[in-house]
């Protein structure tokens, strides 16, 4: 069997049983291909750049917690990948025990620390004096109740059964109707055709902070009607001072009005990196504005044209 014979083999954060592979399964003939936890994101997307893997699915973003820092540093500044799909995915979590143990009996929790903050009230609530532990992801932290290092762990009810737990109690969150980003991974590749409903995500870099550095940035997409969905602001490492601008925007590559400002982009930044369009996981569809239509550039291209080769008459 070669190399384009054998199935899919897709890498995520393990191991089994967290939401990143939940959301993986949501992917068509997921189900049926060759799936392989990671015990980190970095090592998840290390396996996608090598080889070893042909897709990778991470979290990118929690509609509570924010970005997740991780994801954005490593598609920032590591070898690059390409982002192919996004994923939307509902997340509720449940306590996690050994069978017979109560909540007067929970003195640590454990979960990945994105989920921690979203559950914060809750276990305030019912377990006060319970410690919080950190662990890599939340089907990590129920393995480590299933051998006995933690008390409970915040988990989705799905990983109860595998890890041979019982759930204490389900439906836990501070806010209703959380939902997480995943993204789907690629080594670097021609984007997917435009459905009309895509996003476009860069990643760019200012060379000389000075003042208006970032309405520069900002300007090239008001004058287009582009419309940024995510901006997030991360240390370039290089020093105090020094950052790069992670950005999310409707629109596709192919699409004049995002050429045109991924052009500008690129003549006013130090660097910009693409890191992907691909189809939106909500389906919404832009409110293109007058002027920026592909036609309108056409149109005003070929204008020019006649200007400058004297055919105006």
């Known amino acids: 069997m070669t190399a384009d014979d054998r199935p899919a083999r897709y890498a995520y954060l393990g191991p089994q049983g967290t939401f990143t592979e939940a959301a993986l399964l949501t992917l068509p003939g997921a189900a049926d291909a060759e799936r392989v936890p990671y015990a980190t994101v970095p090592a998840a997307l290390e396996a996608l750049r090598t080889g070893e893997a042909d897709t990778a699915v991470v979290a990118l973003e929690n509609s509570v917690e924010g970005s997740v820092p991780t994801t954005l540093d490593?598609?920032?500044?590591?070898?690059?990948?390409?982002?192919?799909?996004?994923?939307?995915?509902?997340?509720?979590?449940?306590?996690?025990?050994?069978?017979?143990?109560?909540?007067?009996?929970?003195?640590?929790?454990?979960?990945?620390?994105?989920?921690?903050?979203?559950?914060?009230?809750?276990?305030?609530?019912?377990?006060?004096?319970?410690?919080?532990?950190?662990?890599?992801?939340n089907a990590e932290a129920a393995q480590r109740v299933a051998d006995g290092h933690y008390d409970a762990a915040l988990a989705g009810s799905f990983a109860a059964a595998r890890y041979g737990l019982s759930v204490l109690a389900e439906d836990i969150h501070d806010v209703a109707d959380a939902v997480t980003r995943f993204v789907v991974l690629h080594r670097p590749c021609t984007p997917p055709p435009a459905?009309?409903?895509?996003?476009?995500?860069?990643?760019?870099?200012?060379?000389?902070?000075?003042?208006?550095?970032?309405?520069?940035?900002?300007?090239?997409?008001?004058?287009?009607?582009?419309?940024?969905?995510?901006?997030?602001?991360?240390?370039?490492?290089?020093?105090?001072?020094?950052?790069l601008f992670w950005m999310d925007f409707e629109g596709h590559v192919s699409d004049a009005r995002v050429g045109e400002a991924l052009m500008g982009l690129r003549r006013v930044c130090a660097d910009l990196r693409f890191v992907g369009s691909y189809p939106r996981a909500d389906s919404v569809r832009p409110e293109i504005r007058r002027g920026t239509h592909d036609s309108d550039f056409t149109e005003a291209a070929a204008w020019l044209t006649a200007i400058r080769t004297g055919r105006t008459g």
């Open 74 to 137: 490593e598609l920032a500044t590591g070898e690059p990948l390409q982002i192919v799909g996004e994923i939307h995915l509902p997340v509720s979590f449940a306590l996690l025990v050994r069978p017979g143990t109560a909540l007067d009996d929970i003195k640590t929790v454990a979960s990945h620390p994105i989920a921690q903050p979203q559950c914060r009230r809750w276990l305030l609530e019912h377990v006060p004096d319970a410690e919080w532990r950190a662990a890599t992801s």
């Open 195 to 243: 459905t009309g409903t895509d996003k476009t995500t860069v990643v760019a870099f200012i060379g000389e902070d000075h003042p208006g550095a970032l309405l520069e940035i900002l300007t090239e997409f008001s004058m287009r009607g582009i419309n940024l969905t995510l901006i997030q602001s991360r240390p370039t490492g290089a020093g105090l001072g020094s950052y």
